[in-house]
């Protein structure tokens, strides 16, 4: 229940984009699915089949990174 133009508000256009996008602000890109968000979750999680197992993640790198960048204002908000 995300409204687009919040997310156009918030969020720069990609530096990058395919041509099916042709040039669109996030409001006019996206759309919303009218489906309860527990159905979708389950559809996404039986499409997409996620099995087997998987290596912890590399925790120690999250928080150097989250230190060193994307824990500062100075990242999440540059311009």
Known sequence: ALDPARIAR?????????E???GR????????????PTWLRGRVVTA???TG???????????ELVAEKFGHDEWTFRS
């Not at 602000?25 to 309860?36: E, R, S, V």
């Open 20 to 22: 099916y996008r042709a």
């Open 48 to 50: 997409w089949e996620p």
């Open 53 to 63: 197992v998987y290596p912890d993640p590399p925790l120690e790198r999250v928080r």
């Open 10 to 18: 918030y969020l720069r256009p990609p530096p990058r984009q395919p």
């Open 25 to 36: 602000d996030h409001a006019a890109f996206l759309t919303h699915i009218p489906a309860d």
